[in-house]
């Protein structure tokens, strides 16, 4: 499937370093700060009750691991892979997944822009808050239908508020400040890029340009959501 490129480009490299160098600050936010969307992704995924086991599922995006982890968890006959682009929060991602048993979930380095997995391989994707930082929406969007098989679905889940979605880089760019200030070693100016939030017109716009079978949108206060169906 050819996508258009999106007009704005990747924000993807200037907020690598952040990730990178502070990866316990947004493995805090994450596991404590967002949202805990579990449940709408399992009712959103497989609302005729569990995935079949053996099911393939990606969580691209996927930071410190959390819904990965939260998955093979509670489906322990599934395969669950998260992708993410710094190497620093895998590493968070698998010690989680280790300690907590979690044979069958594995964690790979990854862009969501070309995803390492082949053609109509995937049975469900998760992404949740990837497009605030990865403005290739188009792009990313694109690889995750390719990979998804007839009838996968795919869950979005984005944040509606600016402030409460820059309020994790906001505390990585402070410790990188800090981290200026005293001297620490490694620490370097250009870090990131301000977050962007998409309106409801333009998650609508996005979610509606590839040929799926159908799209379920909700929104409330703070997120917007969308289950996409790849057409069998």
Request: charged share 30%.
């Amino acid at each position: 499937m050819s996508v258009a490129p999106d007009a704005t480009p990747s924000a993807l490299d200037g907020h690598a370093c952040l990730f990178e160098r502070y990866p316990r600050i947004y493995a805090l936010c994450r596991e404590h700060l967002f949202r805990d969307d579990t449940e709408r992704i399992c009712r959103g995924l497989w609302p005729d009750g569990p995935p079949q086991a053996d099911s393939l599922v990606l969580e691209v995006g996927c930071g410190p691991g959390l819904y990965a982890r939260r998955l093979a968890q509670r489906f322990p006959g599934i395969d669950v892979v998260g992708i993410d682009h710094s190497e620093a929060q895998l590493r968070l991602a698998r010690r989680a997944a280790d300690a907590q048993g979690l044979r069958r979930c594995r964690f790979e380095g990854g862009d969501a822009r070309s995803l390492p997995h082949p053609d109509a391989s995937v049975d469900a994707v998760i992404v949740s808050r990837l497009f605030t930082v990865l403005h290739e929406r188009g792009r990313a969007l694109g690889e995750i239908h390719r990979v998804l098989r007839p009838g996968g679905r795919l869950f979005v889940a984005e944040p509606r508020s600016p402030l409460r979605a820059a309020l994790p880089l906001a505390a990585m760019r402070m410790a990188d400040r800090v981290a200026r200030l005293v001297g620490a070693a490694g620490a370097h100016d250009g870090c990131g890029e301000r977050v962007r939030v998409m309106d409801p017109q333009t998650f609508g716009a996005l979610t509606d340009r590839l040929p799926w079978a159908r799209v379920r949108r909700s929104a409330d206060r703070w997120y917007q959501y969308a289950v996409c169906e790849r057409a069998r």
